[in-house]
Antibody
Framework: EVHLVESGGGLVQPGGSLRLSCAAS????????MDWVRQPPGKGLEWVAR??????????EYAASVKGRFTISRDDSRNSVYLQMNSLKTEDTALYYC????????????????WGQGTLVTVSS | DIQMTQSPSSLSASVGDRVTITCRAS??????LAWYQQKPEKAPKSLIY???SLQSGVPSRFSGSGSGTDFTLTISSVQPEDFATYYC?????????FGGGTKVEIK
């Protein structure tokens, strides 16, 4: 069974940093792209970042709102994906979800098929 | 960026009703569209991918259709456990984008 467990959220002051982790189990982690998606309190979903497989050079994509401030990375030996968040702003306050890309079968156009329960990040002074 | 517009933003339905939610992309996305269900205080759950393919374990009362710019999610006979918020998402190009959500409430 696929499990994704996020950790690392908390309260941080504007301008501060935080590193989120997502521990994966129940599947071959190295075979999947991974995403971070966030949801501000009471609002909708916003995609944040994606990291491809090592077979695709672990290349990354970012939303414009976080590019240059956030860095997604992965450690396949630990079945984990990370989100380093720097220069945090109050508008980064949200529940951050880790999600699994369904996989590259005939193509790498795939939706997110499994989601973790999220970790809450609050940016406030 | 591709904008995803869902309508309606909310609706009320009775158990057994047929419910249809629409999602429009600001430019063509082929069939690279997913639908997710989110219940209060829970993570989103994948329902449909590639516009019309049902995720494993999802009841057959859920169906999706469309291609290009116009898509629909239909619940043929809404059940009590279906009252939730539904989001569409395009994965044709970056940045990946979600619709604003449709809240399905009990009438």
């Amino acid at each position: 069974e696929v499990h994704l467990v996020e950790s690392g959220g908390g309260l941080v002051q504007p301008g501060g940093s935080l590193r989120l982790s997502c521990a994966a189990s129940g599947f071959i982690f190295s075979d999947h792209y991974m995403d971070w998606v966030r949801q501000p309190p009471g609002k909708g979903l916003e995609w944040v970042a994606r990291i491809r497989m090592r077979a695709n050079s672990s290349t990354t994509e970012y939303a414009a709102s976080v590019k240059g401030r956030f860095t997604i990375s992965r450690d396949d030996s630990r079945n984990s994906v990370y989100l380093q968040m720097n220069s945090l702003k109050t508008e980064d306050t949200a529940l951050y979800y880790c999600a699994r890309h369904a996989g590259c079968i005939n193509s790498c156009y795939s939706a997110m098929d499994y989601w973790g329960q999220g970790t809450l990040v609050t940016v406030s002074s | 960026d591709i904008q995803m517009t869902q309508s309606p933003s909310s609706l009320s339905a009775s158990v057994g009703d047929r419910v249809t939610i629409t999602c429009r992309a600001s430019q063509g996305i082929s069939s690279w569209l997913a639908w997710y269900q989110q219940k209060p205080e829970k993570a989103p759950k994948s329902l449909i991918y590639a516009a019309s393919s049902l995720q494993s374990g999802v009841p057959s009362r859920f169906s999706g259709s469309g291609s290009g710019t116009d898509f629909t999610l239909t619940i043929s006979s809404v059940q009590p456990e279906d009252f939730a918020t539904y989001y569409c998402q395009q994965y044709n190009s970056y940045p990946l984008t979600f619709g604003g959500g449709t809240k399905v409430e009990i009438k």
